[in-house]
């Protein structure tokens, strides 16, 4: 186990809603990335917080945004959700933003978006 | 053309073979490798990072090439239990401050008794 938890493990929501995915960090994390892992797909990087600010986002619309809060922990929130969103959306922690930092995936939150 | 590429395969390989992955990358200024292996819709676990001289964890072999920009797993005396998707991966935020991984969409891997 990492230590990193995502919460829901499942979600199914309907075009046009909104959702939030929640991750808490492993002990001792200040650096959060989130992912998005289509069917058959690698995982893709959608940002990266580091001590409560965005520092990093990969090629995900505005409506893709996302929180860190002082105990580190982290949200994803997609606002009008389209079919293309369904996916495993994936959190990581790591110690810091060194390069070479190894980063912890939690086990995801799978979301269907009918 | 896509920033990680892999053959999907899948490879469907016996117990006790050898077996190899194959993977190359775009982005000259990537600065870190590694391998990941992924269970069916789980998450990705660090199998091994990637280093130019090459290093070897058990049974797994991993090696770097970076005038070629191309990276290689090689797994012997293949068990069932290694049979999962692996994932080549780089990071490319290099001095962006930031880490990006920018992962290929996997090569599958089937052992059979």
């Known amino acids: 186990e990492t230590g990193v938890t995502q919460s829901p493990t499942h979600l199914i929501k309907t075009r046009g809603q909104q959702v939030t995915l929640r991750c808490s960090s492993q002990s001792g994390h200040n650096t959060v990335s989130w992912y998005q892992q289509a069917l058959g797909q690698g995982p893709q990087f959608i940002f990266q917080y580091y001590r409560e600010e965005e520092n990093g986002r990969g090629n995900f619309p505005p409506r893709f945004s996302g929180l860190q809060f002082p105990n580190y922990s982290s949200e994803l929130n997609v606002n009008a959700l389209e079919l293309d969103d369904s996916a495993l959306y994936l959190c990581?922690?790591?110690?810091?933003?060194?390069?070479?930092?190894?980063?912890?995936f939690g086990s995801g939150t799978q979301l269907s978006v009918l | 053309r896509k920033e990680v590429e892999q053959d999907p395969g899948p490879f469907n390989v016996p117990e006790g073979a050898t077996v190899a992955f194959n993977c190359t990358y775009s982005n000259s200024a990537s600065q870190s490798f590694f391998w990941y292996r992924q269970d069916c819709r789980k998450e990705p676990k660090l199998l091994m990072s990637v280093y130019s001289s090459g290093n070897e964890d058990g049974r797994f072999t991993a090696q770097l090439n970076r005038a070629s920009q191309y990276i290689s797993l090689l797994i012997r005396d293949s068990k069932l239990s290694d049979s999962a998707t692996y994932l080549c991966v780089v990071n490319t935020g290099g001095n962006t401050g930031f880490q990006k991984l920018v992962f290929g969409t996997g090569t599958r891997l089937l052992v059979s008794p």
């Open positions: 990581a922690s790591s110690f810091s933003t060194e390069i070479n930092e190894k980063l912890f």
